[in-house]
């Protein structure tokens, strides 16, 4: 229904606009196909990497250093009580309405210089995020607020760091790991 052209063809208005979505999904490693059948139409199918959608984040700080969080692995933050956390088989663990939530710090999980005795307080900053019906409650040092995020992917070798879905960029655009 739309068309630059100012005489209307069977053929006008479709190639120098398929050819702008081509190129700008090739930048992204993304594609584009078309596929014409006779006397019904056209079908165009777009293909972008799930890594380059628009997502809301929890963005973080662990260890001097900010992370954003999907906001669909998490549950909620909570401050947790140090009398609270007890010691379990595995490592630690704490209430949340009654469930018990396995506990770590999230610069352990992430191989981060932590130094746990920083934190003088009664109370550790949590992040209880969840995977299916499994949660886990991570030891944070700050939230600095939830927003949009664009995650990229990482480039050979960083792809397959473990516990790293890839990297946006923060509000004064800093890169920020996912």
């Known amino acids: 229904g739309f068309s630059t ?3 209307i063809t069977d053929l006008s208005g479709r ?3 398929l050819d702008v979505v081509r190129t700008n999904l ?3 490693k993304g594609e584009v196909s078309v596929e014409t059948t006779k ?3 056209s079908v165009f199918t777009l293909k972008v990497p799930l890594t380059l959608l628009t ?3 929890l963005f973080i700080e662990v260890a001097g250093q900010t992370f954003a ?3 669909t692995m998490v549950k909620k933050v909570v401050s947790v009580s140090i009398q ?3 010691s379990i088989e595995s490592g630690y663990a704490f209430l949340d309405e009654g469930e018990p939530i396995p506990l770590r710090y999230l610069a ?4 981060l210089p932590y130094d746990d005795k920083k934190n003088n307080d009664d109370a550790l900053l949590v992040l209880i995020i969840f995977s299916g019906r499994q949660s886990m409650g991570v030891v944070i040092d700050q939230v600095h607020g939830e927003r949009e995020m664009v995650v990229r992917p990482l480039a050979p070798p960083l792809q397959s760091v473990r516990n790293v879905a890839g990297a946006t960029l923060s509000g004064d655009r800093r890169i920020v790991i996912v």
């Open 55 to 57: 997502d809301r984040a």
């Open 39 to 41: 006397g019904k139409g």
């Open 15 to 17: 190639g120098v606009g």
């Open 108 to 111: 352990d999980i992430l191989a």
């Open 84 to 86: 609270d956390v007890k």
């Open 69 to 71: 969080l999907p906001t």
């Open 26 to 28: 090739q930048e992204v």
């Open 5 to 7: 052209k100012q005489m």
